[in-house]
T-cell receptor, first 113, second 115 residues
Framework: GDSVTQMEGPVTLSEEAFLTINCTYT??????LFWYVQYPGEGLQLLLK?????DKGSNKGFEATYRKETTSFHLEKGSVQVSDSAVYFC????????????FGTGTRLQVTL | NAGVMQNPRHLVRRRGQEARLRCSPM?????VYWYRQLPEEGLKFMVY????????ESGMPKERFSAEFPKEGPSILRIQQVVRGDSAAYFC?????????????FGPGTRLTVT
């Protein structure tokens, strides 16, 4: 079946540090890939997405590149802020599966001053 | 344009009672997804509905759980005879159509606690 594996957290960084959160996947078909962010007490918000190999999704300084050869979609940001503290979920959907999302377990990021 | 609405935000039920969770999709959205998030875990797909139809319920437990999305009114996720293991956050998402190009917009969730 389809699955997503994320690095375990929590990840603790100082403000302005470089962020990488690893994500790898297995899929029964050709997946589209997503990163979602969840702030405390809230629902998930789509952060970025990529729908085909070598696509780069980007938003709010975050980036992730769809790497088919390594089945990866790592999230990066050059300089994190305290306001980036949240839980980040990598997810995929496969065409023909009614667009249901398969999520990783989430990575909690804490950014300190 | 209001976002996806879920109510109640918090629900406490004793073992054996029924829990009823409501989801109002965004205006113009006719596709609704339900996901469950157990403590310290990611979200797991439960069911996908369009108006008056269940399209995919492959993630629903076989017993005690049911979902509907009537022609009028919100989508309802119903859990009968709740057990402690049902304690989780239940999220609803909506989209205007099916397909990866259509973003799923998530509600704030209903946090169910079974005592």
């Amino acid at each position: 079946g389809d699955s997503v594996t994320q690095m375990e957290g929590p990840v603790t960084l100082s403000e302005e540090a470089f962020l990488t959160i690893n994500c790898t996947y297995t899929a029964t078909g050709y997946p589209s890939l997503f990163w979602y962010v969840q702030y405390p007490g809230e629902g998930l918000q789509l952060l970025l997405k990529a729908t085909k190999a070598d696509d780069k999704g980007s938003n709010k300084g975050f980036e992730a590149t769809y790497r088919k050869e390594t089945t990866s979609f790592h999230l990066e940001k050059g300089s994190v802020q305290v306001s980036d503290s949240a839980v980040y979920f990598c997810a995929l959907t496969v065409t023909g599966t009614a667009s249901k999302l398969t999520f990783g377990t989430g990575t909690r990021l804490q950014v300190t001053l | 344009n209001a976002g996806v609405m879920q109510n109640p935000r918090h629900l406490v039920r004793r073992r054996g009672q029924e829990a009823r969770l409501r989801c109002s999709p965004m205006k113009g959205h006719s596709h609704v997804y339900w996901y469950r998030q157990l403590p310290e875990e990611g979200l797991k797909f439960m069911v996908y509905l369009q108006k008056e139809n269940i399209i995919d319920e492959s993630g629903m437990p076989k017993e005690r759980f049911s979902a509907e999305f009537p022609k009028e009114g919100p989508s309802i996720l119903r859990i009968q005879q709740v057990v402690r293991g049902d304690s989780a956050a239940y999220f609803c998402a909506s989209s205007p159509a099916s397909g990866a190009m259509y973003e799923q917009y998530f509600g704030p969730g209903t946090r169910l606690t079974v005592t």
